[in-house]
């Protein structure tokens, strides 16, 4: 089934994300702690795929209060259920919990792609192909797209890479 995660620290641009692959602002929001494995935001159908996208609870590099290690174990389990997975950074700020975040998808062995989001605010746009590099050093990733979620720039090839990468037949709600 096509059952995508999106990941990242906050702040990097997911829900903005979301609100772009779906066209329309229907991202599901809560203020309770995230303890549940998934937190659906939004489903995208084109033609007979759907997919699903869903958000995994907040991972919180401080393991020591119960609730954030509550909350980094559901993470690291949604991660395992899901098909693929989408990882959100900013360009040019690379941080420990982003680290931390491809830790984790490296331990689930799921297929990711690398979204380089905020390209937006990168003035000299030659910064951008060292960082690329160093980032897509760390990991296999399936592909690597530098993107601007409020700019709505490289959207499409995202839905591409993902319907690209899925199971042949992709659950379908009639
Ligand atoms: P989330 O916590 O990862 O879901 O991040 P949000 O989607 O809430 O975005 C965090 C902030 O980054 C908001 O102020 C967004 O307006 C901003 N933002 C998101 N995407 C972009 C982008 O592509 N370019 C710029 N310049 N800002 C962005």
Redesign the pocket.
Known sequence: CGLIAIV????????????QILGQKISITSKKPQTTRHRILGIHTEGNDQVIYV?TPGLHKEEKRAINKLMNKAASSALGDVEMVLF?VEAMKWHEDDEMVLNKIKRSKQPCILLI?????IKNKEELMPFLQEIGAKHKFEEIIP?????S?NIEPIKETVLKFLPENPFFFP
């Open positions: 990242g620290r906050p702040n990097v641009g997911k829900s903005t994300l979301m609100n958000d959100v989001n905020k390209v937006d605010n993107i601007s979620a409020e700019k720039t």
